[in-house]
């Protein structure tokens, strides 16, 4: 069978089964330390597990294989390009480890950093790169060497907003005629919904949810997806309750009608969120709310002021 | 690095000038007066002569094939101790050590016991293959390299260790064996540590000789090495002792600040 399925077990860290189709881009997304970067360096081999990971119908664990002879592409946070080689020697570095004769494979890494439009700095070190520059040069690295599994662990963490949208489109362009399967950990709901055709929520060691980028962000399970797409979420048994923030009405006294939808709390922070305040309330459950800057004032919205938070049950969608 | 010139935070404490300006004097002076005591006008006549130059080649071959053995053995043990786990390596980190503290003439004494004519090495070897290492060019080697080696592998291990492995996991998932991976990247990112360590190896060898006395004698034109031919030197003929001592000062210094330019300056 084509394509990825692994059933990661890291003792202690993390338990994830996943199955993807050739050419998937899989965001896994969940906040620090639910086990998203475990999960990349188990398949890479960089951890131990048990469980089993078989690429394109190859068992890759049983028997176990090294590293070195997985196929994979690891990009990392921090680039880790080799300091002492040049950026044309980095990128050729993959393909003379799995035998390419010297001169061809530094032809085909100019043509990566071509692609990357990076050429003009090919025979710059790494020490003379800016993060942007140097995480082109990474990605280059790890995508030449033709890697049936792409692990992108935060590409863009680190980079200047307007370089890491700028590589954000880049690489939405190679993955699409990559086709072997990617996986990118990210913090930035923009990349799952740019990039990936499958969001992979993982919280706490465990996998959350599993499903498109539209799915997972209307109907969020974790407070974590909640606030990247901007909802609140609640579970309810074993359903989930999610309502936008605009949808949220503040008073400072006990509001009329159902006692479902309606929590005394207090709040937490207010920020200004485009041309509404954001507040973010203590309630039990914690809420955020959209309010006019007017509503803000006149209620004496700030940390520490007790309010009623209520929400329309027609404003509340409900899912499994 | 601050932005003072040091003067707006009061004089130094003359509890920290007064040791400290004799630690100075005890290290110039007595170089010093060596340059000054010097006899000159004999510095080429001795150089010249063959017992010299004998002494001079013995020390030359010595100190480099020391530090050619440091860098071919050594970095190997080095590796191994910085990225292998394997049961006894404290134990034998902390081994490896021992000879920097060792009093040199002890190093001559267990070499002697390990590899002498009757040691327990040296016996077998002799029977099997008529060979004995004492009283040979090759036995100031084996005795420079004993003494030498601690220094040249702490180096490079802590190179090693300061580098850490991370490069070593980024070779590994771009397909790279160990051995290319300790070639094309381990190698080079630890490039300084290793030249650190063998000029302090080539240091440690050259200025080498209680072990080498005890283990390998002092006979002119085979095993007498400088240091030694200073020491034969001193008891007789003095003069001819100090410039002995400022031939080899002289080559010390001259080779430490070539060193010192191409390498030791880079970060």
Same mark, same amino acid.
């Given at each position: 069978?084509?394509?990825?399925?692994?059933?990661?077990?890291?003792?202690?860290?993390?338990?994830?089964?996943?199955?993807?189709?050739?050419?998937?881009?899989?965001?896994?997304?969940?906040?620090?330390?639910?086990?998203?970067?475990?999960?990349?360096?188990?398949?890479?081999?960089?951890?131990?597990?048990?469980?089993?990971?078989? =690429?394109?119908?190859? @068992?890759?664990?049983?028997? &176990?294989?090294?590293?070195?002879?997985?196929?994979?592409?690891?990009?990392?946070?921090?680039?880790?390009?080799?300091?002492?080689?040049? #950026?044309?020697?980095?990128?050729?570095?993959?393909?003379?480890?799995?035998?390419?004769?010297?001169?061809?494979?530094?032809?085909? &890494?100019?043509?990566?950093?071509?692609?990357?439009?990076?050429?003009?700095?090919?025979?710059?070190?790494?020490?003379?790169? @800016?993060?942007?520059?140097?995480?082109?040069?990474?990605? #280059?690295?790890?995508?030449?060497?033709?890697?049936?599994?792409?692990?992108?662990?935060?590409?863009?963490? !680190?980079?200047?907003?307007?370089?890491?949208?700028?590589?954000?489109?880049?690489? &939405?362009?190679?993955?699409?005629?990559?086709?072997?399967?990617?996986?990118?950990?990210?913090?930035?709901?923009?990349?799952?919904?740019?990039?990936?055709?499958?969001?992979?929520?993982?919280?706490?060691?465990?996998? &959350?949810?599993?499903?498109?980028?539209?799915?997972? #962000?209307?109907?969020?399970?974790?407070?974590?997806?909640?606030?990247? =797409?901007?909802?609140?979420?609640?579970?309810?048994?074993?359903?989930?309750?999610?309502?936008?923030?605009?949808? =949220?009405?503040?008073?400072?006294?006990?509001?009329?009608? @159902?006692?479902?939808?309606?929590?005394?709390?207090?709040?937490?922070?207010?920020?200004?969120?485009?041309?509404?305040?954001?507040?973010?309330?203590?309630?039990?459950?914690?809420?955020?709310?959209?309010?006019?800057?007017?509503?803000?004032?006149?209620?004496?919205?700030?940390? !520490?002021?007790?309010?009623?938070?209520?929400?329309?049950?027609?404003?509340? @969608?409900?899912?499994? | %690095?601050?932005?003072?010139?040091?003067?707006?935070?009061?004089?130094?404490?003359?509890?920290?000038?007064?040791?400290?300006?004799?630690?100075?004097?005890?290290?110039?002076?007595?170089?010093?007066?060596?340059?000054?005591?010097?006899?000159?006008?004999?510095?080429?006549?001795?150089?010249?002569?063959?017992?010299?130059?004998?002494?001079?080649? $013995?020390? /030359?071959?010595?100190?480099?094939?020391?530090?050619?053995?440091?860098?071919?053995?050594?970095?190997?043990?080095?590796?191994?101790?910085?990225?292998?786990?394997?049961?006894?390596?404290?134990?034998?980190? /902390? /081994?490896?050590?021992?000879?920097?503290?060792?009093?040199?003439?002890?190093?001559?004494?267990?070499?002697?016991?390990?590899?002498?004519?009757?040691?327990? $090495?040296?016996?077998?070897?002799?029977?099997?293959?008529?060979?004995?290492?004492?009283?040979?060019?090759?036995?100031?080697?084996?005795?420079?390299?004993?003494?030498? %080696?601690?220094?040249?592998?702490?180096?490079?291990?802590?190179?090693?260790?300061?580098?850490?492995?991370?490069?070593?996991?980024? /070779?590994?998932?771009?397909?790279?064996?160990?051995?290319?991976?300790?070639?094309?990247?381990?190698?080079?990112?630890? %490039?300084?540590?290793?030249?650190?360590?063998?000029?302090?190896?080539?240091?440690?060898?050259?200025?080498?000789?209680?072990?080498? $006395?005890?283990?390998?004698?002092?006979?002119?034109?085979?095993?007498?090495?400088?240091?030694?031919?200073?020491?034969?030197?001193?008891?007789?003929?003095?003069?001819?002792?100090?410039?002995?001592? %400022?031939?080899?000062?002289?080559?010390? $210094?001259?080779?430490?600040?070539?060193?010192?330019?191409?390498?030791?300056?880079?970060?």
């Amino acid at each position: 069978m084509r394509g990825l399925s692994a059933d990661v077990r890291v003792d202690g860290r993390l338990e994830a089964e996943l199955t993807t189709e050739p050419g998937a881009v899989v965001a896994v997304i969940g906040p620090n330390g639910a086990g998203k970067t475990t999960l990349l360096r188990a398949l890479a081999g960089l951890v131990s597990m048990t469980g089993s990971v078989e =690429v394109d119908g190859v @068992s890759w664990t049983r028997p &176990a294989r090294l590293v070195r002879d997985r196929n994979v592409g690891l990009v990392f946070q921090d680039q880790l390009l080799f300091p002492h080689l040049t #950026a044309v020697d980095n990128v050729a570095f993959g393909l003379r480890s799995r035998g390419v004769a010297g001169a061809e494979a530094e032809t085909t &890494a100019r043509d990566w950093l071509t692609r990357f439009a990076v050429a003009e700095l090919a025979d710059r070190k790494p020490g003379q790169l @800016s993060g942007g520059q140097a995480q082109r040069v990474a990605i #280059a690295r790890a995508l030449a060497p033709a890697p049936s599994l792409l692990l992108l662990d935060e590409p863009f963490a !680190g980079l200047d907003v307007g370089v890491a949208t700028a590589l954000r489109i880049e690489l &939405a362009r190679h993955l699409a005629s990559y086709d072997g399967i990617t996986l990118l950990v990210t913090h930035d709901a923009l990349d799952a919904l740019t990039l990936a055709d499958t969001v992979l929520v993982i919280d706490d060691g465990r996998v &959350a949810q599993y499903g498109t980028p539209q799915n997972v #962000a209307a109907r969020p399970r974790t407070d974590h997806v909640a606030r990247l =797409v901007g909802l609140n979420v609640i579970r309810e048994h074993d359903r989930f309750r999610s309502f936008s923030p605009s949808a =949220v009405t503040v008073s400072l006294a006990r509001p009329e009608g @159902s006692a479902r939808n309606q929590w005394h709390g207090t709040v937490l922070s207010a920020v200004t969120h485009g041309d509404a305040v954001r507040l973010l309330v203590d309630a039990g459950p914690q809420l955020i709310a959209d309010v006019t800057p007017g509503a803000t004032v006149e209620l004496g919205l700030v940390p !520490g002021r007790e309010v009623w938070v209520s929400v329309k049950e027609t404003a509340i @969608s409900t899912y499994a | %690095m601050t932005d003072t010139d040091g003067r707006t935070l009061g004089r130094p404490p003359l509890s920290l000038v007064i040791p400290g300006a004799l630690a100075a004097a005890l290290l110039v002076l007595p170089l010093v007066t060596l340059v000054l005591d010097t006899p000159w006008r004999n510095f080429f006549d001795e150089l010249g002569s063959t017992v010299v130059l004998d002494a001079l080649g $013995i020390t /030359a071959i010595a100190s480099g094939v020391t530090v050619v053995a440091c860098v071919l053995l050594g970095t190997p043990l080095a590796w191994l101790l910085a990225r292998v786990e394997f049961p006894g390596r404290a134990v034998l980190r /902390a /081994a490896v050590t021992v000879p920097l503290v060792l009093p040199p003439v002890v190093a001559g004494v267990a070499l002697v016991t390990a590899l002498g004519r009757n040691g327990l $090495i040296g016996s077998v070897l002799r029977d099997a293959t008529g060979i004995t290492l004492p009283y040979t060019i090759t036995a100031v080697v084996t005795a420079h390299t004993f003494v030498s %080696m601690p220094f040249y592998v702490l180096s490079v291990e802590g190179a090693l260790r300061a580098s850490g492995d991370k490069y070593d996991v980024v /070779a590994a998932t771009l397909g790279a064996t160990r051995w290319t991976t300790f070639r094309r990247v381990t190698l080079p990112l630890a %490039m300084p540590g290793l030249v650190a360590g063998a000029a302090l190896a080539w240091a440690r060898s050259l200025g080498e000789f209680g072990a080498t $006395i005890t283990f390998a004698g002092n006979y002119p034109g085979t095993t007498q090495t400088m240091p030694s031919l200073i020491y034969t030197t001193l008891q007789s003929r003095p003069e001819v002792a100090r410039t002995l001592s %400022m031939i080899l000062l002289v080559v010390s $210094i001259a080779i430490l600040a070539a060193l010192r330019n191409r390498w030791l300056t880079t970060p």
